[in-house]
Structures are given as structure tokens and as C-alpha cells.
């Protein structure tokens, strides 16, 4: 199996790439779109929402849990899940950096 040279990029540059990875699936869009619209912890309703299986959805957020976007309480028996607003103004964050490195300047390069 070859190698990905993660460490050959800086560290910001590897947390902006694991960021991007975790935002690129629709599932995990549309788990924190609902997450957001509803602004509370949600615990059965997002296979009914998403339509994907238990299963699936379970592991969708596991990596959306796992970059800390989402974090999760557990209530009886089972768990409800929010959005992680400190971590989520964190990646606004760091993807408006991103974005604001491209300057402006009225010529365009090709």
C-alpha cells in the first residue's frame, strides 16, 4: 500500500485536508444542515430525515464526531447529537482563511 506523505505538509494543511474529507460526503452535509436548522440534540429522528440506514448514519457521524463538528450526550438509552459550535466557529474559521488568501486584484491570471 503506498504511502499518502502526510508529513510532508504542514500541520494546518493536513487539518485543513482531514476537514475537507470528513465535509465531503452529501450524508454529512445534510446530517449537519438538519442538525443546524433544528439548533437542538436530536437522537432517532435522522434515519427518517436522511433516509440511510441506522447503521449508515451511524457512521457518518461518527466522522463528523471524529473532526468534532458533532458532539453526542447520552440520554437513557440512547444518544442525541448537536453541533459543536466552538469547533464549528474553529473550521468557519480556518476555511475563510483559506478562501481569503486569493487576492484581488482586477487582473485575472489566464
Known sequence: ?????TEIFTKEQNH????????????????LQHLLAIDRCVCGDLVEVIGLAQP??????????RI?????NI??????YCINKTV???VAQTL??????????GKDCC
Open 16 to 31: 485543513l485536508a482531514n476537514i475537507a474529507k470528513v465535509l465531503g460526503h452529501p450524508a454529512r452535509i445534510a446530517i
Open 88 to 90: 464549528w466557529q474553529q
Open 68 to 72: 468534532g463538528l458533532v458532539q453526542g
Open 96 to 105: 475563510t482563511a483559506l478562501f481569503a488568501q486569493l487576492e484581488v486584484s
Open 56 to 65: 449508515t448514519i451511524s457512521q457518518h457521524l461518527k466522522e463528523l464526531k
Open 75 to 80: 440520554e437513557g438509552t440512547s444518544v442525541c
Open 1 to 5: 500500500m503506498g504511502l499518502t506523505k
